[in-house]
């Protein structure tokens, strides 16, 4: 017969009490004082289990998709410059614009992907290295082993969704362009000007344009890159019945309602979450609404189900 194991929520003293007189444990360990010490052991695996410290959890992944938007930010914002600064040349010269070759379908893609690999990565080794005393899996739990594994999800999963995600950056950033330098010619004091006091205003105008832009595709992709590395890096270390996920807000005042509503909200691995009416399996997921998705900063974290480590 095996030893006993905890219950859910049973108090250590009341365990320490039954599991002292079972029948299995008295044949093992005749002596009372080593049985204390046994059923002492046998409580503690568990109660680690049981209290998670999930405001730490979502502290470190907050600081962690923080580097992971400046960096991502930086280089976007450097894209989207370059692109406008080329229709802007374009514009001076002929007071036109040629949309062709400006923001290619595979400049896009290629930054896109290369942010949610690289990201991925860094989220995927983070929740490893924070969960790796809870798993159950016979795997290595050191995540360069299982980078290239990663790696090579992470990028399938960007290009099946990213390609819409392409054509509204592509769409956004050069309907932007035509609206702008439309304005522009339509205003007589700035066409007045001369050329370098125009591309002058041009580029201030374009790379303040940039920066906003890139913010805010990349706080959107980030979510989305977090919470399914998070998701990869679990499943390689729990069976997905062992695990149950929570949904974690960040409430700071410019969250929305409906994330609010299920802030702190724990389901089964494979149940949705109910978000403002629309079932969502992660937070940032590619196929939600814009109103559930756009500069979402929310995490879900996924943990191993307290009971699958004793009854």
């Known amino acids: 017969?095996?030893?006993?194991?905890?219950?859910?929520?049973?108090?250590?003293?009341?365990?320490?009490?039954?599991?002292?007189?079972?029948?299995?444990?008295?044949?093992?360990?005749?002596?009372?004082?080593?049985?204390?010490?046994?059923?002492?052991?046998?409580?503690?695996?568990?109660?680690?289990?049981?209290?998670?410290?999930?405001?730490?959890?979502?502290?470190?992944?907050?600081?962690?998709?923080?580097i992971q938007e400046r960096n991502w930010s930086r280089k976007f914002a450097r894209f989207y410059f370059a692109e406008y600064q080329k229709a802007v040349k374009q514009f001076l010269e002929t007071n036109n614009v040629n949309e062709r070759g400006l923001f290619a379908?595979?400049?896009?893609?290629?930054?896109?992907?290369?942010?949610?690999v690289g990201a991925g990565w860094e989220f995927a080794s983070w929740y490893m290295r924070n969960f790796t005393r809870y798993q159950t899996k016979a795997i290595s739990t050191n995540p360069n082993e299982l980078r290239g594994i990663w790696e090579q999800q992470i990028l399938q999963y960007a290009k099946i969704y990213s390609a819409s995600k392409i054509t509204l950056i592509q769409g956004t950033a050069l309907d932007k362009l035509k609206r702008i330098t439309r304005a522009f010619m339509g205003d007589p004091e700035f066409m007045a000007l001369g050329i370098r006091e125009k591309a002058r205003i041009l580029n201030n105008k374009f790379k303040q344009i940039s920066r906003w832009q890139a913010k805010r595709i990349v706080r959107t992709e980030t979510t989305t890159i977090s919470n399914y590395a998070i998701d990869q890096s679990a499943t390689a270390m729990f069976a997905k019945e062992?695990?149950?996920?929570?949904?974690?807000?960040?409430?700071?005042?410019?969250?929305?309602?409906?994330?609010?509503?299920?802030?702190?909200?724990v389901k089964p691995y494979d149940q949705p979450f109910i978000v403002g009416g629309e079932a969502m399996q992660m937070a940032g997921e590619p196929t939600a609404s814009?109103?559930?998705?756009?500069?979402?900063?929310?995490?879900?974290?996924?943990?191993?189900?307290?009971d699958q480590f004793g009854q």
Request: proline share 6%; charged share 30%; with cysteine.
């Open 1 to 66: 017969m095996p030893l006993p194991k905890p219950r859910i929520n049973e108090s250590e003293s009341d365990f320490i009490d039954r599991c002292i007189i079972d029948a299995e444990v008295q044949n093992e360990f005749p002596d009372l004082d080593q049985r204390i010490a046994v059923c002492n052991n046998l409580y503690r695996p568990t109660k680690k289990s049981l209290n998670y410290d999930f405001d730490s959890f979502y502290k470190g992944i907050q600081r962690k998709r923080d």
């Open 105 to 116: 379908f595979k400049d896009v893609e290629d930054l896109m992907t290369g942010m949610y």
């Open 290 to 306: 814009a109103a559930n998705r756009v500069n979402c900063r929310c995490i879900v974290v996924k943990v191993p189900i307290p």
């Open 242 to 265: 062992q695990l149950q996920k929570r949904w974690i807000t960040s409430v700071d005042g410019f969250e929305r309602d409906a994330h609010r509503m299920v802030n702190g909200d």
